[in-house]
Antibody, heavy 119, light 107 residues
Framework: DVQLVQSGAEVKKPGESLKISCKGS????????IAWVRQMPGKGLEWMGIIYPGDSDTRYSPSFQGQVTISADKSISTAYLQWSSLKASDTAMYYC????????????WGQGTLVTVSS | EIVMTQSPATLSVSPGERATLSCRASQSVRSNLAWYQQKPGQGPRLLIYGASTRAAVFPARFSGSGSGTEFTLTIRSLQSEDSAVYYCQQYNNWPPTFGPGTKLDIK
């Protein structure tokens, strides 16, 4: 079965940097886009951006452009989401999700990584 | 950016009954509409794509319909495990956008 396994929960202070990960298995990681989706506490889903691990082609939602960086290391089937300077408003659950081969819906999801930013 | 709206925000239905959830797009998305189920403490799961094609892991009690701007998710013979938040998402236009969700309670 396709699996996306995300790194564990993080507690950080404002201004700190962070990189969380999403490791894919049981499918050809390089051939499927991986997206990141934010869910703030008690809120809905927000699409942040997407990367094609095969060539690291990356697209961002306008709302998140410049706020985060999405990357991937295809040699270890892992995608990343990183912040250079966290804010309290970055506190949220973050999911990675695999994009369908043909269409931009998401057929497999990671278990989520909770990021808490607090002084 | 296409704005998705969902109604109602919360729906409370008895076991064995039917639930009807609505999703509306601010402009036509043709049939490029997906539904996801999210249970408490879990990540979302793909439920419906192409507006009406059910993902294999879900039973036939779940069905989707609609095209253009109006879509419906129908769940028949409700069971307690159907309690969840249901999100719609359009993928006709870039960027993909989600609706705010409908919370379904099985009372």
């Amino acid at each position: 079965d396709v699996q996306l396994v995300q790194s564990g929960a993080e507690v950080k202070k404002p201004g700190e940097s962070l990189k969380i990960s999403c490791k894919g298995s049981e499918y050809s990681f390089t051939n499927y886009w991986i997206a990141w989706v934010r869910q703030m506490p008690g809120k809905g889903l927000e699409w942040m951006g997407i990367i094609y691990p095969g060539d690291s082609d990356t697209r961002y939602s306008p709302s998140f452009q410049g706020q985060v960086t999405i990357s991937a290391d295809k040699s270890i089937s892992t995608a990343y989401l990183q912040w250079s300077s966290l804010k309290a408003s970055d506190t949220a659950m973050y999911y990675c999700a695999r994009r369908d081969w043909n269409y931009v819906y998401f057929d497999y999801w990671g278990q989520g990584t909770l990021v808490t930013v607090s002084s | 950016e296409i704005v998705m709206t969902q109604s109602p925000a919360t729906l409370s239905v008895s076991p064995g009954e039917r639930a009807t959830l609505s999703c509306r797009a601010s402009q036509s998305v043709r049939s490029n509409l997906a539904w996801y189920q999210q249970k408490p403490g879990q990540g979302p799961r793909l439920l419906i794509y192409g507006a009406s094609t059910r993902a294999a892991v879900f039973p036939a009690r779940f069905s989707g319909s609609g095209s253009g701007t109006e879509f419906t998710l129908t769940i028949r013979s409700l069971q307690s495990e159907d309690s969840a938040v249901y999100y719609c998402q359009q993928y006709n236009n870039w960027p993909p956008t989600f609706g705010p969700g409908t919370k379904l309670d099985i009372k």
